[in-house]
């Protein structure tokens, strides 16, 4: 059984900080890593992909990748009310075209 | 990437019936998945549909209870039977939109009384 873990939260930080998303996966082969941010009531929305180790950045979000400890991150510097929301890890495996999906992390800007 | 249109957005339902939730994409897209959202929960993949062959149902979900249809590349149905309250929930529709991940539709939510 393929399992993807979140620590569910809520994790609270205060604005302007860095908030720090940690997400564990079982299966090895697993090759695309996925984090969306979803409001409440409303869908999920992609805001980073990751496939190779190492970090990656865009604007306050950066991804971060170990494979070997089949680890994946999601860092959000000055992070800011509007940021307030469920954030789902999500992975698939090279050649399969299903994702499965963490529980997710509620995280909570404090202003 | 792809914009999905998902209906209804939300429904109130008698137990026993069903309710047929509907996604139209803007483009071509040779996969749809159906995904099952129950309150504070995450995301479970019910089933991916193909266009021209029977769609293929995750472990727990069956035709029977969520019958899909796929007659094209940019529509895809999805049934909910015989509802139970048990069935209240979110129910998306995503496609793979290449090297960006997955796009997801607005969402049916489904509450059965």
């Known amino acids: 059984q393929k399992e993807v873990e979140q620590n569910s939260g809520p994790l609270s930080v205060p604005e302007g900080a860095i908030a720090s998303l940690n997400c564990t996966y079982s299966?090895?082969?697993?090759?695309?890593f996925f984090w969306y941010r979803q409001y409440s009531g409303k869908s999920p929305e992609l805001i980073m992909f990751?496939?190779?180790?190492g970090d990656k950045e865009d604007g306050r979000f950066t991804a971060q990748l170990n494979k070997a400890s089949q680890y994946v991150s999601l860092l959000i510097r000055d992070s800011q009310p509007s940021d307030s929301a469920t954030y789902l890890c999500a992975v698939n495996e090279w050649g399969d075209d299903k994702i499965i999906f963490g529980k997710g992390t509620r995280l909570h800007i404090l202003p | 990437s792809a914009v999905i249109s998902q209906k209804p957005s939300r429904d109130i339902c008698q137990r026993g019936t069903s309710l047929t939730i509907q996604c139209q994409v803007d483009?071509?897209?040779?996969?749809m998945f159906w995904y099952r959202q129950q309150p504070g929960q995450s995301l479970t993949l019910i089933a991916t549909?193909?266009?021209?062959?029977?769609?293929?149902?995750e472990s727990g979900f069956v035709i029977d209870k969520f019958p899909i249809s796929r007659p094209n590349l940019t529509f895809s149905t999805l049934t909910v039977s015989n509802m139970s309250p048990e069935d209240s929930s979110i129910y998306l529709c995503s496609v793979e939109t290449g090297k960006d991940g997955y796009t997801f539709g607005s969402g049916t939510r489904l509450t059965v009384v």
């Open positions: 549909a193909n266009q021209g062959s029977e769609a293929t149902y």
């Open positions: 299966d090895r082969g697993s090759q695309s």
């Open positions: 483009s071509q897209v040779t996969m």
């Open positions: 990751i496939y190779s180790n």
